[in-house]
């Protein structure tokens, strides 16, 4: 009598920070794209076209989030010294590094490995919220100043040139040569 063993359905690989950020920005520029609907074909060929690039490396980041290695699983066993033909874990560990040293593929989500995009997001957020009460001018100054802080610029020059260059270059493109607008904010209207 012959026993056959039982074959397992293939594991599925677990979604990924990466996978989710993708969908999430896929799913956010169609949102997007169908605010659009309603406004003028001049009006909206700008935010059509950066919500189509943003879906766009938005399914790119997706795939890449899939198409990561996974990670080995970890040994069935206890604490058990005996040597083995299966490699290292600090040997795995370092392979998996060395291929992927960002760590997108990896499928971690501790808070640790999520802390800095959570607070990028926070600041994002935060410019939103700001938008309305400062203005454009004031809240995208202050949005830069942020974000240079939370990528570790401490240089007062740095934050003076890129925050005041920047404001004052969109300031002079849509006041003077576009003639068009900036949102005023609740603060200085």
């Known amino acids: 009598m012959q026993t056959s ?3 397992r359905p293939p594991r599925r690989r677990p979604l990924t920070p990466d996978t989710v950020l993708g969908l999430v920005l896929v799913v956010l520029s169609a949102v997007f794209l169908a605010a ?23 399914a790119a980041i997706a795939v890449r989030g899939r198409r990561a290695p996974a990670q080995p699983a970890p040994p069935a066993g206890g604490t058990d ?4 033909s299966e490699p290292d874990a600090d040997a795995v560990a370092a392979a998996a590094e060395a291929r992927d040293p960002e760590g997108a593929g990896d499928g971690d989500w501790r ?21 309305e009460v400062a203005g454009f001018l004031a ?9 240079l802080w939370f990528n570790g610029v401490r240089d007062w020059r740095v934050f ?19 003639s068009v ?7 200085f209207e």
């Not at 010294?81 to 083995?84: F, R």
């Not at 607008?181 to 603060?187: E, N, R």
């Open 5 to 7: 063993t039982p074959t």
């Open 36 to 58: 659009t609907l309603g406004l003028s074909a001049e009006a909206a060929a700008w935010p059509r076209g950066v919500l189509l690039a943003l879906a766009a490396l938005g």
């Open 81 to 84: 010294t005996a040597p083995s």
């Open 111 to 131: 808070p640790a490995v999520l802390r800095r995009p959570a607070i990028a997001l926070g600041i994002i957020v935060a410019y939103v919220a700001l938008l």
């Open 139 to 147: 809240a995208t100054g202050l949005y830069l100043l942020a974000h």
């Open 160 to 178: 003076a040139g890129v925050a005041v260059g920047v404001v004052a270059f969109i300031h002079f493109l849509f006041a003077y040569e576009l």
């Open 181 to 187: 607008p900036l949102p005023a904010g609740m603060l």
